[in-house]
């Protein structure tokens, strides 16, 4: 019996002893597992890393070569806006100026601006030598293109240079100052005077200028064709408006100044063609303006 009880003992040893040893075992297995899955999390943090750390140089590579691509496209428009100035000519100047000259005018100035006159056509005098109230008020009305001067008009040259003064501080547009048959009454350069055209012998239409371009049959380089325009005040205005049709951008009228523009305006006022055609008209003779004001 007694030997029994120490087998029965012995066997409750070996189980508990195998049960530590199974304890031990699943333990070092967990410790494995946690080692390995431990490793496993470092392995895919460095990964995830590399591949953040990749992303963002490449992210950086991307945007040097935007950036690098936007220099170089900078720099190209930067050319070709120098290379566009470059070939922005003094003509292109002259035409801008002229655009502007016109842009604000309504269409009763843009008509007047076709007509030259004298200054006593436009002021109703019989022998003008100074510019006052009446031509301020004459011009406001009658916006002209210019005004026509003779040897009459010139006491001395002071009084003739203050009245051009005077006429050009009146008119709110540019005029064309010119003289007619009476060069020998100044003694100096006519530019000086502020003149800048000459018509001599008018009965054949042979023009020339001071510092315009020469004037041959009332043709300047820049296109610029006058006429002088003479009738009974009835017909002034369809004998305007055929010359003007026919090429002529400046009308001049001696006398009945006034009748003629009235004339002109009716007939193209609301006509969208020929407001279309005074337009090149002020166009060709602004060109000559502007280009003259700047020699």
């Given at each position: 019996?007694a030997?029994?009880?120490?087998?029965?003992?012995?066997s409750?040893r070996?189980?508990?002893?195998?049960?530590r040893?199974?304890?031990q075992?699943?333990?070092?297995?967990?410790?494995?597992?946690?080692i390995?899955?431990?490793?496993?999390?470092i392995?895919?943090?460095?990964?995830?890393v590399?591949?953040?750390?990749?992303?963002?140089?490449?992210?950086k590579?991307?945007?040097?070569?935007?950036?690098?691509?936007?220099?170089t496209?900078?720099?190209?428009?930067?050319t070709?806006?120098?290379?566009?100035?470059?070939?922005?000519?003094e003509?292109?100047?002259?035409?801008?100026?002229?655009?502007?000259?016109?842009?604000?005018?309504p269409?009763?100035?843009?008509?007047?601006?076709?007509?030259?006159?004298?200054?006593?056509a436009?002021?109703?005098?019989?022998?003008?030598?100074r510019?006052?109230?009446?031509?301020?008020?004459?011009?406001?009305?009658?916006?002209?293109?210019?005004?026509?001067?003779?040897?009459?008009?010139?006491?001395?040259?002071?009084?003739?240079?203050?009245?051009?003064?005077?006429?050009?501080?009146?008119?709110?547009?540019?005029?064309?100052?010119?003289?007619?048959?009476?060069?020998?009454?100044l003694?100096?350069?006519?530019?000086?005077?502020?003149?800048?055209?000459?018509?001599?012998?008018?009965g054949?239409?042979?023009?020339?200028?001071?510092?315009?371009?020469?004037?041959?049959?009332?043709?300047?380089?820049?296109?610029?064709?006058?006429?002088?325009?003479?009738?009974?005040?009835?017909?002034?205005?369809?004998?305007?408006?055929?010359?003007?049709?026919?090429?002529?951008n400046?009308?001049?009228?001696?006398?009945g100044?006034?009748?003629?523009?009235a004339?002109?305006?009716?007939?193209?006022?609301?006509?969208a063609?020929?407001?279309?055609?005074?337009?090149?008209?002020?166009?060709?003779?602004?060109?000559?303006?502007?280009?003259?004001?700047?020699?």
């Amino acid at each position: 019996m007694a030997k029994k009880k120490t087998t029965a003992r012995m066997s409750g040893r070996e189980r508990r002893r195998k049960r530590r040893v199974r304890n031990q075992i699943l333990a070092y297995i967990t410790l494995v597992l946690f080692i390995v899955a431990v490793a496993a999390g470092i392995f895919f943090a460095g990964k995830f890393v590399t591949g953040w750390i990749s992303d963002k140089r490449h992210e950086k590579q991307m945007q040097e070569e935007m950036e690098e691509m936007s220099k170089t496209d900078q720099a190209e428009r930067e050319t070709e806006e120098t290379q566009a100035d470059l070939a922005y000519t003094e003509d292109d100047l002259v035409t801008d100026m002229a655009e502007a000259s016109i842009a604000g005018m309504p269409i009763e100035d843009r008509v007047a601006g076709l007509f030259l006159t004298t200054p006593e056509a436009l002021t109703d005098v019989d022998n003008a030598v100074r510019a006052g109230d009446s031509t301020k008020a004459a011009l406001a009305q009658y916006p002209i293109g210019g005004l026509v001067y003779k040897g009459s008009n010139i006491q001395d040259t002071d009084q003739f240079t203050k009245m051009l003064t005077d006429t050009i501080s009146a008119s709110k547009y540019q005029l064309f100052l010119i003289l007619e048959n009476g060069a020998e009454a100044l003694p100096e350069d006519l530019s000086v005077y502020g003149i800048n055209m000459e018509f001599a012998d008018q009965g054949n239409a042979s023009f020339r200028t001071v510092t315009l371009p020469s004037l041959q049959n009332g043709r300047t380089e820049e296109g610029l064709v006058t006429v002088l325009i003479e009738g009974e005040e009835e017909g002034l205005a369809d004998a305007c408006l055929e010359a003007w049709q026919n090429g002529a951008n400046l009308l001049y009228v001696k006398e009945g100044i006034r009748a003629a523009y009235a004339g002109m305006l009716e007939k193209i006022q609301g006509n969208a063609e020929l407001e279309a055609q005074v337009e090149e008209s002020l166009m060709t003779i602004y060109r000559v303006k502007c280009g003259s004001s700047r020699d």
